[in-house]
């Protein structure tokens, strides 16, 4: 491996090591080399990335409504799989497997996604077009039919058959596109959070736009990754 492939390798695995205890046997490998989180990482944070950028495309960068409360939490059942198997495979009362941990993990990603999505679209919306969030009517919901929950299990099911088989240079297809959704993931969830805090500060003052809330946000993520970095190192050198 050339000095820049194993540079890249060493990057990748860092932002993994932050969030993720990259234990061998629940990681997916291609061509004897792991990805850089396991496999329900994987699936997770691929589903969150997909699906919302499938919602970007669907809906646009426009305010959005919430769906109604039973297609909501129809929507927020998408993460207890996930759940019920890292809950019963750590409990020790069955075992799990790499394929389980990847589907449930990107149902799981896709749900998140969609039950953030309304917010970070609004949010994103009043930066962009500070001008018109008076003018404009009130927005319509997300997820108005059935239908349109059913077409999100599109999302975990693409995820988890196009990572499955393994051919010839999967690994620099699929680690680099994790390591990016692990970025992107914490974009969305920062950029979010800073926005509603700079509401919060500012009140009613002049509205920013969107780069130096997405500079603030990108700065979050190095310093995030870089302490959860440093604390996982931390605990395994202690426990």
Known sequence: MSSIASAITWLMDQVGYAICHQLPERTLMYGGRALPVCARDTGTFLGFAVCTVALLVAYGVFPRRYPEWPRLLVVSLFVLPTVIDALTSYAGIRESTNAIRL?????????????????????????????????????????????????????????????????????????????????????????????????????????????????????????????????????????
């Not at 077409?151 to 058959?161: G, I, Y």
């Open 103 to 239: 589907v449930t993990g990107a149902l799981a990603g896709t749900g998140l996604a969609a039950m953030v999505f309304p917010l970070a679209v609004t949010q994103l919306s009043v930066h962009l077009h500070p001008d018109a969030q008076d003018a404009d009517p009130e927005p319509g919901p997300m997820l108005a039919s059935w239908w349109q929950v059913a077409m999100l299990l599109v999302v975990p099911a693409a995820v988890s058959l196009a990572l499955w088989p393994e051919w010839p240079g999967a690994f620099w297809v699929w680690a680099p596109l994790v390591t990016l959704s692990i970025i992107f993931a914490f974009a969305v969830l920062n950029f979010t959070l800073v926005s509603l805090v700079w509401t919060w500060v500012r009140g009613s003052g002049p509205v920013p736009g969107p780069g130096i809330i997405s500079l603030i946000a990108l700065l979050a993520i190095v310093v995030e990754i870089i302490i959860s970095n440093r604390l996982h190192w931390v605990l395994g050198r202690t426990t």
